[in-house]
C-alpha cells in the first residue's frame, strides 16, 4: 500500500510531542475519569432492602478472588500495552502508539466509571453476602422492617452491596475486547484470504475474558447475571473507543489509526502547494 511507505519516519523522538499536544484535552479527560473512578469506589453504595427469606441464594461460602483486584489491571491494561508497543517496536509509528494506548485507557476507565456507578445506584447484594453481614452464622433482622442488621465489618459490608456488574469482567473485555479489534486490524484478519487461524488470534483475549468472568460466578463473587452485564458493558465500551481511533478491521486501511491518514493527507496537501508555489515564482521569475 503506498501509504506505508512512510512508516518508521514517525517516531516518538520526532512526532511524539506533537502527537500528545494535539490530544491534551483527551488526557485531561482521561485524569477525570480517573477522579470520578476513586470517588465511585469510596461513597457508600445504595443498601438495598434484604429480607430473610431472600437470604436463601445469597449464602453462598464467603472465599478469596481466584484473580484478585491487582491483578485486574495487568489483564486488562499492561498485557494489551505490551503487544501495541511490540507493534510499534515493527512500524516506528507514533501515531499507532499514542492512539492505540489512548483508546485502551477511554476503553478501560470509561468502562469502570460506567460499572461502578451503575454498582452504588442498584447495591445489589453478592451471592456470599449472608456471611459478609453475619460473619458469626447468626442473622440479625430488625423487628418491624426485616430488614439485615449487619454484624460484620463495615468494609466488608459495603463490597456485599456491589454484586451487578461485575467490575473484573467489564475491565477485562474493554482492556482485552480493545485489543481483540486492534489485533484484528493489525494482522489483516477479513483480508478474504481465508485464514482461519488469525480469528483464532483475535479470539484468544476474549477467552481469556470470558475466564475472568467465570472465575467471578466460581468464587461466589457475582451472579450470572452481573457477569454477563459486565462482559457486555465492557465489550461494548471497547468498540466504541476502538472505532473513535481506528477504521474497521475489514477495511483497506484498517492496519492504521485515523491519525495517520489524516498526516499523511496533510503532507501531501502541503507538498502540493509548496510544488505550485515554486512554480508560481518560477514562472514569475521567467517573466521577469
Sequence with gaps: ???????????????????????????LILLLLVVIEVVLNVIEPFH???????????KYPLQDNTIPFWAVPI????????VIVVFYFIRRDVYDLHQAALGLLFSVLISGVLTDAIKDAVG????????RCFPDGKGVFHNVTG????????????????????????????????LAWYLSGKIK????????????????????????GVSRVDDYW???????????????????????????????????????????????????????NRNVRESELGSV
Design 1 to 27: 500500500m503506498p501509504s506505508e511507505i512512510q512508516l518508521g519516519s514517525h517516531t516518538i523522538r520526532s512526532h511524539g510531542y506533537q502527537v500528545a499536544r494535539f490530544h491534551m484535552h483527551d488526557w
Design 48 to 58: 438495598r432492602f434484604v429480607g430473610e427469606d431472600m437470604m436463601t441464594d445469597l
Design 75 to 82: 489483564i486488562a491494561i499492561i498485557l494489551p500495552f505490551i
Design 124 to 131: 445489589r447484594p453478592r451471592p456470599d453476602f449472608f456471611w
Design 147 to 178: 430488614d439485615v442488621m449487619c454484624t460484620g465489618v463495615s468494609s466488608i459490608i459495603k463490597e456485599g452491596h456491589k454484586s451487578f456488574p461485575s467490575g473484573h469482567t467489564s475491565w477485562s473485555f474493554a482492556g482485552l475486547g480493545f
Design 189 to 212: 484478519v477479513f483480508d478474504r484470504r481465508g485464514h482461519v487461524a488469525k480469528l483464532c488470534i483475535v479470539f484468544a483475549p476474549l477467552l481469556i475474558a470470558a475466564l475472568v
Design 222 to 276: 457475582h451472579h450470572w447475571q452481573d457477569v454477563f452485564a459486565g462482559g457486555l458493558l465492557g465489550l461494548t465500551v471497547a468498540s466504541f473507543c476502538y472505532l473513535q481511533f481506528f477504521p474497521p478491521p475489514y477495511d483497506l486501511d484498517g492496519w492504521a489509526p485515523h491519525a495517520y491518514f489524516n498526516m499523511m493527507a496533510e503532507s501531501q496537501n502541503d507538498n502540493v502547494s509548496s510544488t505550485n
